[in-house]
């Protein structure tokens, strides 16, 4: 019964992971910002963050890396958007994710963006149901299994490329 339950949850975050993923295409290519889209990315990064850092300690650098390139959409965007604000807010999140800032802060300086992006936003509808579980996997295999793996624990093909690359680097700097 737990297992069961678990599953279901990993299923809606998987969801979940496939939309805000999906949507940042989008953020690269548009002219215009889409708050709706960056609101997600700054919840993602709030959520996301504890499994990049721990007590100001770099615990995945795949994860890490992540959290500073969506920080660094986030800024691009706010910045395109010409809104103090969120420009303010978006550097202060990309600063505290440098400074390897506890996942709390991140957490509450990701809110607190994602509160003001809202704000600006027009009022849009949401889907009705999710999408169907099969649709779903397969969405998470073609745009996200690369990096976290068949089952979400971020032990993807990249993921394993980028940590042999750097045992090599460490490898070849203890050498010389």
Do not use: W
């Not at 995945?60 to 800024?75: A, D, H, K, P, T």
């Not at 397969?138 to 996200?144: A, E, I, K, N, V």
Request: charge should be negative; aromatic fraction near 6%.
């Amino acid at each position: 019964m737990f297992i069961l339950s678990f599953k279901r949850y990993n299923i809606r975050l998987v969801f979940a992971l496939i939309l805000i993923l999906s949507g940042l295409s989008c953020l690269a290519d548009t002219s215009t910002p889409d708050f709706r889209q960056m609101a997600q990315l700054a919840e993602y990064v709030g959520v996301d963050y504890p499994e990049a850092v721990a007590n100001g300690k770099i615990i995945n650098e795949g994860e890490y890396q992540e959290m500073l390139e969506f920080s660094r959409i986030l800024v691009t965007e706010a910045q395109q958007a010409k809104a103090t604000t969120i420009i303010s807010r978006a550097q202060k999140l990309e600063a505290a994710i440098h400074e390897k800032q506890t996942p709390e802060v991140i957490r509450q300086l990701g809110r607190e963006l994602r509160s003001e992006l809202l704000m600006l936003m027009p009022v849009s509808s949401q889907p009705s149901q999710l999408l169907p579980i099969s649709e779903t996997h397969s969405l998470f295999q073609t745009h996200c299994a690369a990096c976290h793996g068949a089952m979400g624990k971020g032990d993807g093909v990249v993921q394993a490329q980028d940590s042999n690359r750097r045992q090599q680097i460490l490898l070849i700097e203890n050498v010389q």
